[in-house]
């Protein structure tokens, strides 16, 4: 297996530096030793043609005045563009109807984005960074509607699926000082349910926005309680000692912040 690897590696190698070879002869012409070679070319536009002397790559300016750089298939499509817009510099890789495919953008701000494309320019995946805040991943579906989101923001990691219009369904993250939490909302974009570990004790509520609902948790000496709420008291315990209220507003929230 050994001197299989080696062989390999050895065809590898010789085929790369062969086809390269090939490729940077044509690609970067060798001047002749009597042929000048000038120290400067200044010009506001350089265009590269084919055979036919059709367009296949230029570098100039576009409408904003600004420098650009694309490259175009036999079809006269452009395949690339790079380009320094307002916002910063911007990369984009299109297919072949010219839709964007890929899109990378960095910004003076020092945000970044990185944008997979699907049909008709709609982002099916898009990789985002914040300085301060963190990187996020979102995937999209056909109606460039998000659906999940995966991210972390001030050292909170978090990862949420979505039902439409932005509006959480489930969500969990990780918070350094209390603990993991599970969140579930309703379609009126209401938390309904959270199960996790606050400061390390196991946590289960279940309720309305004006608390009433059911709370299981650990009290302070390990014993488990498990109560009923109303209106953010507990009406009702099963071991006939009431469950610590945690701060109720806001935990939910907080999954999502």
């Known amino acids: 297996m050994k001197t299989i690897h080696i062989i390999a590696i050895i065809t590898i190698s010789f085929i790369a530096g062969m086809f390269g070879g090939a490729f940077s002869e044509r690609v970067f012409a060798n001047p002749k030793g009597d ?129 439409g219009d932005k509006k959480p369904a489930i969500s969990m993250l990780h918070d350094p000082q209390k603990g993991p939490m599970l969140g579930v909302w309703n379609t009126r974009n209401e938390g309904k349910a959270g199960l996790g570990l606050m400061n390390d004790k196991p946590l289960l509520f279940a309720y309305n926005p004006d608390d009433t609902g059911l709370l299981f948790n650990t009290q302070r000496d390990g014993r488990p309680a498990l109560g009923l709420l109303s209106e953010g008291s507990v009406v009702w315990s099963a071991s006939g000692v009431a469950p610590e209220m945690p701060a109720m507003d806001g935990i939910l929230d907080q999954i999502l912040r």
């Open 35 to 163: 042929e000048k070679i000038p120290e400067q070319i200044v010009a506001r536009g350089f265009y590269l043609v084919d055979e036919n002397n059709k367009p296949r790559a230029g570098m100039s300016f576009d409408e904003a005045g600004q420098p650009s750089f694309y490259v175009k298939d036999t079809s006269g499509r452009v395949r690339g563009y790079m380009a320094l817009v307002p916002g910063g510099p911007m990369l984009a890789l299109n297919d072949n109807r010219g839709n964007m495919s890929i899109g990378l953008s960095s910004y003076e701000d020092g945000k970044s984005i990185v944008v997979l494309m699907g049909k008709n320019e709609k982002p099916r995946l898009a990789l985002d960074y914040k300085p301060g805040k963190g990187p996020a991943l979102l995937l999209f579906d056909e109606e460039n509607i998000g659906k999940a989101v995966m991210a972390v923001r001030n050292g909170m990691p978090n990862v949420t699926l979505l039902q």
